[in-house]
């Protein structure tokens, strides 16, 4: 008589195979074997199909010979077993329905062209980040703000009551009051931040009478194009919450400044290719050109673009690539603005550069940006350049706990709001004043 133990193993082993040995059965035994035997168990599914993956089949080449067609079962109206499955024309309506609408092939469209246009849209990840950006834009880099902005920051004329006090507040209402939840997500709270920041910022209308000259505008669509080289781009697509004005922005440089950039060296990242990472397009029209509203909108003008990282819950871009994209689509809304007020046709040097803002946030970093349009004559590397102005990596604060962080039984960063930084709000402020003060 077999032993109770091989019995018992024998049983619980019986889906698998018949024919192992005692001895392996031992060892199994002393490493827990049988237990991860006994969980791998599938009841009601032979071992045929456990053991194996199904290939998926292969359609079945239909031959067609003349003269010998294959006898099928329209005639009959129902399905006979032996005979052909019968090939009925695909039926076409005789009215238009979009739900059904199928696209022709793209050879075939009125637009189509031989030579392919590169477009940017809000979801284009640039594998160079800025340096890409600055590139495609014909663009000068300088770190930090513009002195002007730097002064109206600081000036105790445009500065609001309490400010500190009431900028802590907002961040507070954003991170810990404005929900019922146990702490709210990244898109929520940095959006009711900016929402926050922008309503204290429009305190200061009785002060400031030109900030009654502005209104918001959101999920409009912006459509610009130009020549880079031999190869033709488009910016296309929505972006973010546009503040835009009757007047526009004054020049940050002078003519000066604006010339001496001819002698500025772009900075290329060879062997990588400019257009890497830009959506390849065939099917498309060459001199569009849109702002996004009708020519006799009373807002014109273009004054600052508010970005949030968290904005698309289904795509995310790196710091870096999100910077590019902040100051990819200020240039398409100076450009835009450029073709409108001067033509297509490339100028070398506008008569008034035009000058649009950007402040991009995370709900704690903030990245502020100014962009000058001072050419669209952006075929060739000669010539007089475009300049932006780049303040990254700003911090508003450091901490926002629901709970005390704590290692080793001690508090490593208390409960609150911790590391307020109001040269950060100044920068803000002194942004969405521009040109009203």
Same mark, same amino acid.
């Given at each position: ?21 005692? #001895?392996?059965?031992? @060892?199994?035994?002393?490493? %827990? ?5 006994? &969980?791998? *168990?599938?009841?009601? =599914? ?11 089949? #292969?359609?079945?080449? @239909?031959?067609?010979?003349? %003269? ?5 079962? &329209?005639? *009959?109206?129902?399905? =006979? ?357």
């Amino acid at each position: 008589m077999l032993p109770e133990t091989y019995r018992w193993f024998k049983a619980a082993l019986s889906p698998f195979s018949q024919t192992t040995s005692l #001895k392996e059965l031992s @060892r199994l035994s002393a490493h %827990g074997g049988a237990s991860r035997l006994q &969980a791998r *168990r599938h009841f009601g =599914v032979s071992r045929r199909l456990t053991a194996k993956v199904l290939r998926a089949r #292969k359609p079945r080449e @239909r031959v067609d010979i003349p %003269g010998l067609e294959m006898v099928t079962y &329209a005639d *009959r109206m129902h399905y =006979v077993p032996g005979l052909a499955r019968p090939l009925f024309p695909a039926w076409e309506r005789d009215y238009k329905d979009p739900r059904y609408y199928r696209s022709p092939p793209p050879h075939d469209m009125p637009l189509y062209k031989e030579k392919p246009c590169y477009i940017y849209n809000q979801r284009t990840s640039a594998l160079e980040g800025v340096r890409q950006a600055l590139w495609l834009t014909k663009t000068k880099l300088i770190s930090g703000l513009p002195p002007q902005l730097i002064s109206v920051a600081e000036s105790p004329a445009n500065q609001i009551p309490d400010q500190d006090e009431r900028v802590q507040n907002a961040i507070k209402h954003a991170r810990f009051w404005d929900t019922t939840e146990e702490r709210p997500g990244k898109a929520k709270y940095s959006k009711t931040l900016l929402t926050n920041l922008i309503h204290l910022c429009a305190t200061l209308q009785s002060s400031h009478p030109a900030i009654g000259r502005k209104i918001f505008a959101e999920k409009y669509s912006l459509a610009a194009a130009w020549k880079r080289g031999d190869d033709l781009f488009q910016i296309r697509g929505q972006n973010g919450l546009l503040h835009s004005s009757m007047d526009p922005l004054p020049a940050v440089s002078g003519k000066q400044e604006v010339v001496d950039t001819a002698d500025h060296v772009l900075e290329t990242f060879y062997p990588v290719s400019p257009t890497i990472d830009l959506q390849k397009v065939n099917v498309y029209k060459e001199n569009v050109n849109c702002t996004g509203f009708t020519g006799d909108h009373p807002y014109p003008h273009a004054h600052t673009i508010y970005f949030m990282e968290g904005a698309d819950p289904h795509f995310k871009l790196r710091p870096e690539r999100f910077r590019a994209s902040m100051l990819m689509f200020t240039f398409g809304n100076a450009l835009a603005q450029a073709h409108k007020l001067y033509g297509t046709q490339p100028q070398p040097v506008l008569d008034c550069p035009i000058t649009v803002q950007a402040v991009g946030t995370n709900g704690r970093i903030f990245q502020f940006l100014v962009f000058q349009l001072n050419t669209t004559d952006l075929s060739g590397n000669d010539g007089v350049k475009n300049q932006v102005w780049l303040d990254e990596d700003v911090d508003l604060y450091d901490f926002a706990k629901v709970r005390p962080l704590i290692k080793k039984k001690q508090v490593k960063v208390p409960s609150g709001l911790a590391g307020y930084n109001s040269e950060t709000f100044r920068k803000f402020l002194a942004l969405y004043l521009h040109g009203a003060v």
